[in-house]
């Protein structure tokens, strides 16, 4: 099992570009989020998912979108980068609420 | 809305002392709660939780209703465990997670 894994792990990004950050897990959770953890500052949920087809906002959803068509990938898309998106973005996934959760390495994101 | 309280963001010990990193919640109804570590350039993982009352590391948290608290604890702390520690909460499909707190162990 490689568990949780994301791509990149490093991105530079120029204010108005936009990229996908991938993630991917080989468990067969049903349960998939995206953080991201500013400097000093604790995680933020931006968006999570239950399950294939369904995704909900967390806190910080304003400037992402997300898809989740199997049951393995969950891709955090930004559309219109923004100095403000600059930050470590982590996904993680687990079998249900209150189960252990499995995070990605996270992808480091500048944006400048 | 769900909260969880870490009020030291930075907690600095010297090797062998004891420590005691806090948390608290705000859920009213039966909440799941779990710390987690994560060390320099590593992923976050998960240190323990409280329904399997085990001890990870050296590493123990009780859950006290009453005080809905879920402090960290170990008795004669290790340089190893300089690292972030976050406390999560879960209830219904949401989760929660504390600012965390950077623990630093001096020798």
């Known amino acids: 099992n490689a568990g949780v894994t994301q791509t990149p792990k490093f991105r530079i990004l120029k204010i108005g570009q936009s990229m996908t950050l991938q993630c991917a897990q080989d468990m067969n959770h049903n349960y998939m989020y995206w953080y991201r953890q500013d400097p000093g500052m604790g995680l933020k949920l931006i968006y999570y998912?239950?399950?294939?087809?369904?995704?909900d906002k967390g806190e910080v959803p304003n400037g992402y979108n997300v898809s989740r068509s199997t049951t393995e990938d969950f891709p955090l898309r930004l559309e219109l980068a923004a100095p403000s998106q600059t930050s470590v973005y982590f996904c993680?996934?687990?079998?249900?609420?209150?189960?252990?959760?499995?995070f990605g390495q996270g992808t480091r994101l500048t944006v400048v | 809305a769900q909260r969880v309280t870490q009020p030291e963001k930075l907690l600095s010990v010297f090797k062998g002392a004891p420590v005691e990193l806090k948390c608290n919640y705000s859920?009213?109804?039966?909440?799941?709660l779990f710390w987690y570590v994560q060390y320099s350039r590593q992923r976050l993982q998960l240190l323990l939780r409280?329904?399997s009352r085990e001890s990870i590391k050296g590493f123990t948290a009780d859950l006290n209703k009453g005080e809905t608290s879920f402090h960290l604890k170990k008795p004669f702390a290790q340089e190893e465990d300089s690292a972030m520690y976050y406390c999560?909460?879960?209830?219904?499909?949401?989760?929660?997670f504390g600012e965390g707190t950077q623990l630093t162990v001096n020798p």
């Open positions: 993680a996934s687990s079998l249900g609420v209150g189960l252990l959760t499995f």
């Open positions: 409280h329904i």
């Open positions: 999560k909460e879960t209830s219904g499909s949401r989760l929660t």
């Open positions: 998912s239950v399950g294939a087809g369904i995704t």
């Open positions: 859920y009213s109804g039966s909440p799941e």
